[in-house]
């Protein structure tokens, strides 16, 4: 079995540390799951200028559900006679087309994070290991993401099948669906029309 001996020196103490290959596969995927999110964050900054992107590099970082779903995406894609950039575009492409769509909301809801102790953890993960995770104010945070996330999947599925607001007249209110749709609205916008509403 392949091991990595790594030697740190704290305060006049010499530590050895040694990774196991398991443990050093985890953390090449961690690294190269970091690499993919940058190149994710790098593309979108590319196409800021191009009026019919709906993402922007700031959404991945209000919205890290966002960026997960993205390097799933690309590892669903995945193909070795295709080029990284090709696959970049594939899967970009993918989420222009995929993000009009009531199912796109619901797998957003799927994976929304739980930040714990200052680490990134999946909701069915807290609920396995963690026994007060019932009482966990990161938990319900993550799980009213979720529910809004669900919420948005709703309103486009209204939308849809016309029983929005906007469906009822021609002189009635556009709805929040319909904004985003036509590209009014991006998706941070649409995600807090709850609290435009309220606003206004």
Known sequence: MEELAIERLIGKDSITITLTEDELEKAYRIKEKRYLEEDFANALADAAQ???TR?????????PE????LCVCFDDFYDANMSHNDLMELTLNHLQDASLTPEFF??????APAVCMGAEKRMEDCEQNCAQYRRCSNIAEANDRSRQWEKLASLLSMHR???CTCS???????????????GT????????????KEAA
């Open 106 to 111: 619901i797998s957003l809801a799927r994976c």
């Open 55 to 63: 993402f922007h590099t700031g959404h991945l970082e209000e919205f």
């Open 50 to 52: 191009n009026p019919d």
């Open 168 to 182: 009822k007249d021609d002189d009635a209110e556009v709805c929040p669906a319909a904004k985003y749709l036509t």
């Open 66 to 69: 966002l960026l997960n779903w």
């Open 185 to 196: 609205w991006d998706i941070s916008e649409f995600f807090h029309s709850e609290d435009r």
């Open 161 to 163: 099948n016309g029983n």
